[in-house]
């Protein structure tokens, strides 16, 4: 689910799901903020890189997961979403994303916590909230903004359509595109140059430009929770699950009408 390799002082773990395009369910949530909790601990660990097996970088959160909660059948792990993007705020050391396929969802706003960002060309991202008829998450209602600006950040977070890594690439969500064959050695090449730096210096450095943020991120957070729970379960989002699990397109018009 969560394989974990270290390269000297570079640890990468991959989220490895791939028959269901490295979904999070709660199982691998917990895996991921494990992963990171120990990372943030270890002497021997100075960057963290996260990728994706196969053709996805990850689908987001399991949308069969997601209904199973609305149906009362959800078992809750021990972190979760919320555990898992308290683990990336507080995570003191470089964080490196390496995007090697798709990304949906948290799969692509978990971008507004990495320090860096290397894509793969054949990549995309989509942050399918409008079409799912839920709220932003993970901050990035504040993160997205602040890395590209209001209007990109506006057609990303309300479009639900696909963007492309060259989109990514110009508008600033992303630090550096690749070769799919060639993402992990750049990945892992700045990777090293920050991991042959003292710890140390690592972590201020980070702190310093993080610490700035934390009373905004706070507050987006709160703001997406409140949303969320506002419109989850409500007439739209019951009619874009459904069409998910039916698998067509939904229909809001009547539900949007007066």
Not at 20 to 37: G, R
Not at 193 to 200: E, R
Not at 226 to 243: C, H, V
């Amino acid at each position: 689910m969560l394989h974990i390799e270290d390269h000297g002082r570079v640890r990468v773990a991959t989220l490895n799901r791939p028959e269901a395009k490295n979904a999070f369910n709660e199982a691998l949530y917990d895996a991921t903020t494990e992963a990171l909790l120990t990372a943030a601990t270890d002497p021997m660990v100075a960057v963290f890189v996260l990728t994706g097996q196969g053709d996805a970088f990850s689908a987001g959160t399991d949308l069969l997961e997601m209904a199973a909660r609305m149906g009362g059948e959800f078992q809750a792990g021990t972190h979760g979403f919320m555990g898992m993007i308290d683990a990336l705020i507080a995570f003191p050391k470089p964080l490196i994303c390496a995007i090697n396929g798709l990304g949906l969802g948290i799969g692509t706003t978990i971008i507004g916590f990495a320090d860096l960002v290397v894509m793969s060309t054949v990549a995309r991202l989509k942050c399918p909230f409008s079409s799912l008829a839920v709220a932003p998450e993970a901050a990035s209602s504040f993160t997205f903004p602040r890395l590209v600006g209001r209007q990109h950040a506006t057609w990303v977070l309300m479009s639900s359509e696909w963007i492309s890594a060259q989109e990514c690439f110009d508008m600033g969500l992303v630090w550096k595109l690749t070769e799919p064959d060639s993402l992990m050695a750049t990945t892992l090449d700045a990777a090293q140059t920050l991991a042959s730096k003292p710890i140390s210096s690592l972590v201020e450095i980070k702190r310093a430009m993080v610490a700035p943020l934390r009373a905004e991120i706070d507050a987006a957070r709160e703001s997406e929770n409140q949303a969320f729970q506002r419109l989850m379960g409500a007439p739209a989002n019951i009619e874009a699950l459904q069409a998910f699990a039916e698998k067509r397109v939904p229909n809001f018009a009547g539900i949007d009408a007066p």
